[in-house]
């Protein structure tokens, strides 16, 4: 499975976006996915998961109640909306899919 996530690009403080993670093949028998965000000069983090069926999500506290996951098998694409977005979130937006990568998408916030 190869896994390309779009959606990124430049928003203004406050705004939305939602990132996809798109998958070459089938994601509805693999695992749990992830995404993970990498801000300039910084570690990459975890930043929300979901299980396998979508059932359950978890986020990181400075994400929790501003971003949402969510996932749909039947088109092997992984999302996250992002909302209230702040100039600190600025980043390289990356998924996670069973072990594979996506090769991220950059997300820049203005103020």
């Known amino acids: 499975v190869q896994l390309q996530a779009f959606g990124g690009g430049l928003v203004q403080a406050g705004g939305s976006l939602r990132l996809s993670c798109a998958a070459s093949?089938?994601?509805?028998?693999?695992?749990?996915a992830g995404w993970y965000r990498q801000a300039p000069g910084k570690q990459r983090e975890w930043i929300a998961g979901i299980s396998s069926r979508g059932v359950a999500t978890n986020y990181a506290a400075s994400v929790k109640g501003r971003f949402t996951i969510s996932r749909d098998n039947a088109k092997n694409t992984v999302y996250l909306q992002m909302n209230s977005l702040q100039p600190e979130n600025t980043s390289i937006f990356y998924c996670?899919?069973?072990?594979?990568w996506g090769q991220g998408t950059l997300v820049t916030v203005s103020s």
């Open positions: 996670l899919i069973n072990g594979v």
């Open positions: 093949g089938s994601i509805a028998s693999l695992n749990a």
